[in-house]
């Protein structure tokens, strides 16, 4: 019994780490820009679709993984540019409907680049699984955890430690201030959707060998990771991670105890209850936003 729940812990805690970044994505985007990006989960889709396909066709996996993340970085700043920059002083609604749009053009046209088959990626270091306790845990699971791991640390000493981190801060807190002292906002709202894609595309990347990957495979893991992030308290960074393991555990124990056809319906009702009980989340700010 406790084994069985040890194994779902452990998909769970993988689940909820590919959550987490896709939930800080959303939560640095919102930060800098009060945009809601229903595209992260297509940053997620390209990172894991570029790097299996160049893979397969010879290039050695490190250099795939940073052409990868390379070019969602480019397609994030390539959304920011043509598609929410120009509808800067639009409403929220708007904008939102400009990030499904691109959603949408986005699998369109990794269904055009690459098929509608399903792409795998070998593992990073072997399939020999590890026993702990009873259960097993597969050594991707590690380098998920350990790359969801030494994002976070990376991020929270660019924001705290460097200058241009703080800048990104200081625009989230006060947009109108920040341009008053010299920073510049169209730089930082930039960066904001680059740093997001990346993310994205590390959280595919580390999780492909375990789900392999299609031109589709991005929109559950982006509305999970929103889930996250509204869970968590939408654009608070330690909300969003929290609130991945959250709903990773969640759905691998319901899956396991209830039935798999629960799984993907588990993010949903997490965010209705959000909604319903408590609007600004587990760590957000009091008050909401009409949209």
Avoid: C
């Avoid at 509608?116 to 072997?126: I, M, N, Q, T, Y």
């Avoid at 798999?260 to 009980?277: E, G, N, P, Q, T």
């Amino acid at each position: 019994m406790f084994a069985a729940f040890l194994q779902y812990l452990f998909s769970g805690l993988t689940s909820g780490a590919i959550y987490a970044l896709a939930g800080l994505g959303f939560a640095i985007i919102y930060n800098a820009s009060h945009v809601i990006n229903f595209a992260q989960g297509e940053f997620i889709m390209i990172g894991g679709m570029a790097t299996a396909t160049m893979v397969a066709a010879g290039t050695p996996v490190p250099v795939a993984i940073a052409l990868a993340m390379a070019a969602s970085m480019l397609v994030g700043v390539a959304l920011e540019k043509f598609a929410i920059e120009p509808a800067r002083n639009a409403d929220v609604v708007t904008i939102i409907i400009i990030t499904i749009g691109a959603s949408i053009f986005l699998r369109g046209g990794a269904q055009l680049l690459w098929d509608k088959e399903f792409h795998a990626l070998p593992a990073f270091s072997g399939e020999t699984p590890i026993g702990i306790l009873g259960a097993t845990l597969m050594p991707q699971s590690l380098w998920v955890f350990g790359v969801a791991g030494l994002a976070i640390v990376v991020l929270w000493w660019f924001f705290n430690r460097t200058l241009f981190g703080k800048a990104m801060l200081a625009t989230s807190h006060n947009r109108l201030a920040a341009q008053l002292v010299g920073i510049g906002v169209k730089k930082v709202l930039l960066a904001s959707f680059a740093l997001s894609a990346l993310l994205g595309a590390v959280g595919g990347i580390v999780v492909t060998p375990i789900t392999f990957t299609n031109y589709e495979a991005g929109i559950m893991l982006g509305l999970k990771g929103f889930s996250a992030a509204v869970l968590g308290g939408l654009g608070n960074g330690t909300g969003a991670i929290v609130g991945g393991l959250i709903v990773g555990i969640a759905e691998a124990l319901a899956s396991g105890y209830l039935s798999s056809a629960y799984k993907d319906a588990i993010a949903f009702l997490i965010i209705l209850f959000v909604l319903f009980f408590m609007p600004s989340g587990l760590f957000g700010k009091r008050g909401t936003d009409r949209v």
